[in-house]
Each structure stands twice: as C-alpha cells, then as structure tokens.
C-alpha cells in the first residue's frame, strides 16, 4: 500500500499544471538509438492522450488495437493495482492482475516497474526483463519504458511500451549504477547485497552492476558473490589498457564518468569497443567505486 501511495502522489506531482495546459514532450537526446526514441515518443503520447481522457480512452485503444502495436513495440495500460486494463500485444492479458507476474530469472516486473516509477534518476521509467513475444513461445529480451498519469477524472494509471530484442543505450546503464548509488548513500553497504542479487534489476542481459575498492571486488561483474581478491584497477583490456583505472582517474565528486575499451568479440573472436560507466560513492569512512558496461553504442 506504500509502494502505490507513493506512486499515486508522484502522478498527482507529474499534472498539477492542469489538464487544460499544453505537455512539451519527452526529452529523449540522451539516446543514441531512433529506435528507443520512438518507443518513447510513442508510449507518452498514449500517456497524453489517456490523462486528457481517462477510462474512457480505454475503449478507444481496443477499438485501435492495431494503432499500439508494430513490428517493433506495442503498448500496455495498468491501474495502480496492477490490472492490465489494456495491452496490444497479448489481448489475452486484459482483465488479468499482473502484480505477481515474474519473468524466468524469478524477477517481479511490478516491482520493477514501481521502483522506476520512483526513481528521478529514470525519468522514463526504464525496466529490463526477458518475456514473450506476441504469438511466441521463446521468451526474449524486453526493454520497457512507463510514465505514471493521473488522469483528468482523477484515475491514476501506468502507461507502458516494451521492445523486443532492444539496442543497448548507455543510458540504460547510467540509471541503474546510479541508482545503485544513490541507495548505498541513503542505506548503507546492506544495498550491496541487493545489488549482488542475480535476480535483482541491477543484472539483466549482459549487463552486471559490480562495485569494487582499490584493492577487492565487493560485487563482481562476472561472479556471483562478492569479495573476490583481486583487483580491478590492475585489469587490462584487449589493446593493453587499464580501463577502470583510468576511468577513476577521471572522477571528480560524485559526478559519473565513461570510458571505452577494447574486449574480444565472443563470436567473431575480434576485438570490439566496450563502454563502461562509472561513479564513486563514500559509505562510512569506505571509498567504493560502482559501474557496468555495455556495448558501445554503434551508429544510428
């Protein structure tokens, strides 16, 4: 009851300008990929136009089903209690409760979608997960952004948008190593545990938050489990350079810092570009450095 408590205040936050005021749109320039862009242009204008019309707007999505979806993404309505009210995708799904719903790796996608909602560092409410494609059976990589409305009639929903087999943003990874870093601020080195979790939103796909000091890995980016003696300022990549270590070097305060480096490709066996980001935390008396890397973001 917390958890929706605060999402309801957040969606009463989100429109006090008032239902007769023009919304700009979504700022999407810290994206690299047109295709993420879309989905996100695409879920707030849905988000819009449900604000402005409410439940009733509900019968206008499944009388245009074929409107929200594409080849590419398709789009979902939720009330706060976790009620799929609407989804392109899977029609199935309507009238279902969704709150206990976890994808193969046993992660609660409520859950998830609820602590992004919250989150100011996220401001589209990014969520990773592995779920089923329309008509499929395999499940797949999923990337999907929400926004919280608080419609003019006073109903508040969750409006979201999921893309199957998604490019990797480094946007994507900045949210979550700084939201990792921002609860270890606020609760402790306890967050470390969470944060080791294979299980939690700080692992999906290829992607590990992993937290280190000078001398140990407290959360490894590659094993499960922490306090691993090595270090990973000594770490070398493909082209002979030290990529955390000169990534340290580079932060100033808190302020997050990128670094690209060269790894071997694992199926071409040839080296491509990495990129890793990177943010220092002190947690009593403790100086502890969080990151995660990805693939380096490839023209659009």
């Not at 988000?47 to 979902?76: C, K, Q, S, V």
């Not at 709150?99 to 992004?116: C, L, P, T, V």
Request: proline share 5%; hydrophobic share 35%; net charge negative.
């Amino acid at each position: 009851m917390k958890t929706v408590r605060r999402l309801w205040l957040l969606a009463i936050t989100a429109t006090l300008a008032g239902c007769s005021s023009q919304p700009r749109g979504p700022n999407t320039s810290m994206y690299q990929y047109r295709d993420t862009r879309d989905l996100v242009s695409f879920v707030w204008k849905a988000a819009e136009f449900l604000r402005e019309y409410g439940l009733e707007g509900i019968h206008d999505l499944r009388e245009n089903r074929e409107e929200y979806r594409t080849p590419d993404y398709y789009l979902y309505v939720y009330d706060m209690r976790g009620n799929a009210l609407f989804h392109a995708g899977m029609p199935y799904l309507e009238g279902r409760n969704m709150g206990q719903m976890e994808d193969h790796r046993g992660r609660n996608i409520q859950n998830m979608i609820s602590s992004a909602l919250q989150d100011s560092g996220n401001p589209h409410g990014w969520v990773h997960y592995s779920w089923w494609e329309p008509e499929g059976f395999y499940p797949v990589p999923k990337s999907s952004c929400h926004f919280l409305v608080l419609t003019c009639g006073g109903d508040s929903l969750i409006v979201g948008g999921g893309m199957d087999y998604p490019h990797e943003e480094r946007e994507f990874i900045r949210i979550l190593v700084d939201n990792a870093a921002d609860r270890i601020l606020e609760q402790g080195i306890r967050v470390l545990e969470t944060i080791a979790d294979p299980a939690s939103a700080y692992s999906y796909r290829d992607v590990k938050v992993f937290v280190f000091t000078e001398d140990t890995v407290l959360v490894s980016p590659v094993l499960e489990g922490g306090g691993v003696n090595l270090s990973l300022m000594s770490a070398t990549d493909t082209a002979g350079n030290r990529p955390f270590a000169m990534a340290v070097e580079k932060l100033e305060g808190d302020a997050g810092v990128w670094q690209v480096f060269l790894a071997r490709d694992r199926y071409r066996r040839m080296p491509e570009k990495k990129i890793l980001y990177l943010r220092r935390v002190v947690s009593a008396g403790d100086t502890l450095y969080l990151g995660a890397v990805t693939d380096m973001p490839e023209a659009p």
